[in-house]
């Protein structure tokens, strides 16, 4: 354009302003949401492409027909083209890496002069993997509302090679490669105070998916403090812990109300989804957002916290103001599991009380567990069967253990055997991903194939009924027939449920948000209209 000079073969604004788009998927990220206005207040130029392909959508990992629903690399390309983008951001997962470096080495084969930065958990994590694809040009390590800004404003000043070449010392929080040699430059400042951020950016997303708006995303706190040996939040919070910055940080009560009284006037939300890792981990926080958010907000909520933070009275205040749901995570009913393999603190009664009081005060509680643990036995399998048949919790989220990168739960697996020294590679490059849901083909425990289905059966079933139909399955000729038809069964239950059970709300927008997502491939595909 008029607008730019070159430099190195590359483009360097003479105004000052970027053409910058954001690449997401599936229910766009909340970070993503947070960096917008902090380069719109930089009076850059950014858009977002959300991308509606099934095959990057988290909710749809396991469906038969998600490869029909998805687009080309080709066609994200040419989408993604109509913006003119200058600089183009990925916020990178482990889990997905693989298939969001596809399309960048796509854009890049396409057109190189495209400048590449990648941020997002997976590259706080292992920058240096990242970094190996000399098709990224800069990843971003940490949270990035002060060092995503700076590098665009530094890529308009000088271009970025010049940028790539800096010292270690500028621009905390943006690596790079230069002269063959990572330039680490540690990790982004924190924005300690929350309450001075902007509130996150919606229009875009909801312009590239209207369903989305049914459900307002929002969080009241950033970062853990548990350390499960199996969890991101435990590998970020040991990466800054050496930085003697502040991790877990919560935003006051009248911040969060006044974003949320906004969103209400502004998008006409039905529902709030909080995206804590930890909700109402204080009491008074709790006391005071219960009153206002029950006055002034009165939207059904849903949130996800820990067990070990949760009473008789908070459940009462939670409930009062207004949580219809609440994700809780428990992972495996064996106490030795819990302890010595994933370092969870929950105590089984503690879990059953909370089971209990939920009930009684009308919350639906999604129970989070994970199986193929290191050092499981099947014996441990059907203690926690056991556990969902007495309990019957509403919902139950059975996940297969993925082997996430600088997670601890690695080096637990090594010692039993499981994984080598060998692995890590692979798993810090995005290769040694599977079905959440659902076991690979080649796992070898023939049992646990069977586990959706019987973990399905447990929770749904009484009882007395469970424990006749679960050990029926199991004969050769049935267990073939679950094993070959249990997405289909799992995910049938999930459509009943965001149909006809009135507080699954958060189902029913995925179900809503997911249609629209097949909507537009649809007319991306057959009829050419770019999304």
């Known amino acids: 354009s008029e607008m730019c000079i070159r430099d190195r073969g590359h483009r360097r604004s003479s105004d000052g302003i970027m053409r910058f788009l954001f690449y997401d998927s599936a229910a766009s990220a909340l970070g993503i949401e947070y960096l917008i206005p902090t380069l719109e207040a930089g009076g850059h130029d950014v858009s977002l492409y959300l991308d509606p392909s099934l095959n990057r959508e988290y909710v749809s990992q396991d469906f038969i027909f998600k490869e029909p629903f998805s687009l080309s690399h080709e ?40 400048i590449i930065v990648c941020g997002g958990v997976h590259t706080t994590l292992v920058p240096n993997r990242v970094l190996e694809h000399p098709e990224i040009d800069f990843a971003v390590v940490g949270e990035a509302e002060y060092s995503l800004p700076a590098l665009v404003n530094a890529i308009a000043e000088m271009g970025p090679a010049r940028v790539k070449a800096l010292p270690a ?192 005060f009308g919350i639906g509680i999604e129970l989070d567990l994970i199986v193929n643990l290191p050092g499981e036995t099947m014996e441990h399998v059907r203690e926690t069967i056991a556990f969902i048949q007495d309990m019957r919790p509403p919902v139950v989220n059975l996940s297969f253990l993925q082997y996430l990168p600088k997670a601890e739960i690695i080096d637990k697996a090594i010692a039993h055997g499981i994984l080598s020294e060998a692995d890590i590679p692979a798993i810090e490059s995005g290769e040694n991903f599977g079905p959440i849901r659902f076991p690979l083909k080649s796992c070898k425990k023939n049992e646990y194939h069977l586990l959706p289905t019987q973990v399905f059966m447990a929770s749904r079933f009484p009882a007395w009924l469970s424990r006749r139909l679960i050990p029926l399955i199991e004969k050769p000729v049935l267990s073939a027939l679950f094993i070959m038809f249990a997405p289909i069964l799992i995910y049938s239950f999930r459509f009943y449920m965001a149909v006809f059970d009135r507080r699954n709300y958060f189902l029913r927008w995925h179900m809503w948000r997911v249609l629209y997502s097949m909507k537009r491939v649809v007319r991306r595909k057959f009829f050419g209209k770019k999304t």
């Not at 390309?77 to 470096?101: C, N, Q, T, V, W």
């Not at 709030?272 to 981990?281: G, H, I, K, L, R």
Request: charged share 25%.
């Open 75 to 114: 066609m994200i390309y040419e989408d993604i083209m109509a913006y003119r983008p200058e600089i183009i951001g990925f916020s990178m997962s482990s889990i997905y890496f693989k298939s969001h470096l596809g399309i960048i080495q796509h854009i890049k084969r396409k057109s190189p002069d495209i």
């Open 169 to 360: 010392a500028a621009l905390p929080g943006v690596w790079s490669v230069h002269d063959g040699a990572v330039q680490d430059r540690g990790l982004s400042p924190v924005p300690l105070d929350l309450d001075q951020l902007a509130f996150p950016a919606k229009d875009l997303v909801y312009a590239a998916n209207p369903k989305l708006a049914i459900s307002y995303s929002i969080s009241a706190s950033r970062g853990c403090f548990f350390s499960c040996t199996y969890c991101n939040s435990a590998s970020l919070r040991k990466l800054y812990s050496h930085c003697t910055m502040k991790y877990h940080r919560s935003r006051s009560v009248d911040n969060v109300v006044e974003e949320l009284r906004l969103a209400k006037d502004r998008y006409r939300a039905k529902h709030v989804e909080f995206y804590d890792e930890v909700f109402a981990s204080d009491r008074d926080w709790l006391e005071a957002f219960s009153h206002r958010y029950k006055n002034e907000i009165g939207l059904p909520y849903g949130a996800e916290t820990h067990p070990m933070v949760l009473d008789r009275e908070k459940l009462r205040l939670l409930a009062d103001s207004g949580c219809v749901v609440l994700e809780l995570g428990f992972q495996s009913a064996n106490q030795y599991l819990r302890e010595n393999i994933l370092r969870r603190t929950d105590r089984t009664d503690k879990v059953r009380d909370i089971l209990r009081w939920a009930e009684e």
